[in-house]
């Protein structure tokens, strides 16, 4: 066999020994679409199958993770909101595809838009009362029109990523001069009279995902470390989240424990991930509407966490993840035709009536705005009913409306007992049915999962 030939074949099989096997199967599990993936193991590689999953809106039930060596093996059991299997084949496809391409190195983000012909800015500073209306002023009036945006808050901290194009061209915005005027005039607003140092406003060239970005500025503006401005009435009982050392086999275990939502795994394992942790093993599990997620992490060095400062400091970055997307607030949904100044005149009537938005996301589908906010009053409480109607009547009654979170369908599944949360009481290994404990004891680790 010639030289040529015989770097052909080992360079298939490489591919092969690097391309993870992916199995979709709806037989195994009576309520839920059973997605396995077995992968070479690489940092990031959970990230990404997460972000697979949760890009396209499915709830994940159940995970399984374990790495064996230099091999990766998760096992999700997924449905739709709904609660319902995976039945349609164009998103079976969908799937395999894209943990294919992840583990490639493709650059893949699962997202419907494509920003490749706008600009995007990054923003970040202290957050107050009808901010958000005046970046949207400052953007039409330089002639801008947002394409795409999301924007969350969390303790007092804003930190947005919009995506514009010139309002006349529909091109992306190249003029350099432009450019500067831009990031000039939002740091001005960002500051206002008492963030003159925090304000940060960019143009970003990098292609990241929007939510995992959004998370890397408000892990880099620390806003895991500050303190809310204004006292929110929380709708949800927070996040519980315990880090200990396993000494013997030297892993730190994580616990989180919240209510159940879309992307909650998402978060968690992306704030771990660009923390420089390494999931070696994991299990997820909802129980009613509660979401209890265990983590065995190292260090990439194959250190597990060595103070009490580091670990104070993970528990404190996780709790913010979780709470960072809570939707706090009344959810009002615009759909419009879209215009120069709509996000501008929509968000100042927000403020004028005295609504504070402390969410958002804009998009845009063939010149039709299709807007999310997520809004309290200027106290951070629930935002009166009388004033939310008289809000809709200014808008349009046909154009923004009420919605209510549409809430997870979750099955009952026969012998599935409560005591599975009990991990989050302090013993580290005592989760019952944790199937983490059976991929230690199969690996050889531990000597008994029962």
């Given amino acids: 066999m010639e030289w040529s030939a015989c770097v052909d074949e080992y360079e298939k099989l490489v591919i092969r020994m690097t391309t993870p096997r ?36 499915l709830s994940i039930k ?49 997202q419907p838009n494509d920003f490749s012909g706008s600009t995007a800015l990054e923003l970040t500073g202290t957050d107050r009362i009808g901010l ?30 919009i995506h514009v194009k010139d309002s006349n061209s529909g091109a992306r915005i190249e003029d350099v001069q ?33 939510e995992r970005r959004l998370h890397q500025m408000m892990f880099a503006d620390r806003d895991y470390e500050r303190k809310p401005i204004l006292e929110s009435v929380p709708t949800n009982s927070p996040a519980l989240v315990t880090v200990q050392n396993w000494v013997e086999r030297g892993y730190s275990v994580v616990n989180v424990q919240a209510k159940d939502r879309t992307k909650l795994l998402f978060d968690v394992v992306c704030t771990l991930t660009d923390m420089g942790y390494i999931v070696f093993h994991a299990t997820v599990n909802t129980i009613g509407d509660r ?30 993840a979780v709470k960072r997307r809570a939707s706090e607030g009344v959810r009002l949904e615009l759909s419009t035709s879209d215009r120069q100044g709509l996000l501008a005149d929509v968000t100042r009537t927000f403020r004028e009536n005295g609504l504070n938005v402390t969410r ?28 939310i109607e008289s809000v809709r009547e200014k808008i349009g009654l046909s154009y923004l409306r009420v919605k209510e979170l549409p809430s997870l369908v979750y099955h009952k599944e026969g012998g599935e007992r409560d005591e ?29 999962y029962s």
Avoid at 293 to 308: A, K, M, N, V, W
Avoid at 421 to 445: C, E
Wanted: aromatic fraction near 6%.
């Fill in 22 to 57: 992916v199995v979709i199967d709806n037989a195994v599990c009576p309520t839920s679409t059973v997605v396995k993936v077995d992968s070479a193991r690489k940092h990031g590689i959970l990230l990404e199958a997460v972000q697979v999953l949760t890009d396209l809106n």
């Fill in 62 to 110: 159940k995970a399984y993770v374990s790495a064996d060596g230099r091999w990766f093996m998760d096992v999700f059991h997924v449905t739709d909101l709904n609660g319902n299997k995976l039945t349609d084949e164009s998103v079976i496809n969908y799937i395999e595809q894209s943990l294919a391409l992840q583990s490639l190195g493709s650059v893949h983000y699962g």
């Fill in 132 to 161: 958000l209306s005046e970046v949207f002023a400052v953007l039409s009036d330089l002639q801008c029109s947002v394409a795409d945006a999301k924007v969350w808050t969390h303790n007092g901290r804003i930190a947005s990523l």
């Fill in 178 to 210: 432009l450019i500067s005027v831009i990031e000039a005039r939002l740091r001005n607003v960002l500051k206002g009279d008492n963030d003159i140092r925090s304000a940060k406003t960019s143009v970003s060239m990098a292609v990241t995902h929007t």
């Fill in 291 to 320: 979401g209890y997620l265990e983590f065995y992490i190292r260090h990439q060095d194959g250190t597990p966490i060595s103070s009490e400062a580091e670990r104070q400091r993970v528990i404190l970055c996780l709790e913010a």
């Fill in 360 to 387: 958002a996301e804009v998009s845009t589908m063939k010149e039709t705005a299709q807007n999310v906010f997520y809004v309290t009053d200027v106290m951070g409480k629930p935002a009166d009913g009388k004033i």
């Fill in 420 to 448: 599975q949360a009990v991990g989050m009481a302090g013993t580290v290994l005592l989760s019952l049915g944790s199937m983490v404990r059976k991929n230690l004891y199969n690996l050889g680790l531990i000597r008994s």
